[in-house]
């Protein structure tokens, strides 16, 4: 199984950006696909979530209005959607994929990551 993450950069304060997370090795059906994020000297945390299959998302708190997660299945790519940027959410963002009767889609335990992608947005 491979996860790769793309699409970061650097964006001023307000700016948006995409982030893809392109799947493959296995079929995703039945899998909840995560976005976790990690600023430096902080801990990993949750930042949006999607089912492979029902397509139901999930959010934290700090993205909830701002941030949009969806699916592409023919292309087995999951996007991030990120609008109205702010410098707290400068880290470097990772893509993860879990079979969903693993847990909570909010919890980090995860069974594959992607190698993560720098978001640096300045004030």
């Known amino acids: 199984v491979q996860l790769q993450a793309s699409g970061g950069g650097l964006v001023q304060a307000g700016g948006s950006l995409r982030l893809s997370c392109a799947a493959s090795?296995?079929?995703?059906?039945?899998?909840?696909m995560g976005w976790f994020r990690q600023a430096p000297g902080k801990e990993r945390e949750f930042v949006s979530a999607i089912s492979w299959s029902s397509g139901n998302t999930y959010y934290a708190d700090s993205v909830k209005g701002r941030f949009t997660i969806s699916r592409d299945n023919a292309k087995n790519t999951v996007y991030l959607q990120m609008n109205s940027l702010k410098p707290e959410d400068t880290a470097v963002y990772y893509c993860a994929a879990k079979p969903a009767v693993r847990g909570s889609p909010y919890h980090s335990e995860y069974d594959y990551w992607g190698q993560g992608t720098q978001v640096t947005v300045s004030s």
């Open positions: 090795g296995r079929s995703f059906r039945g899998y909840n």
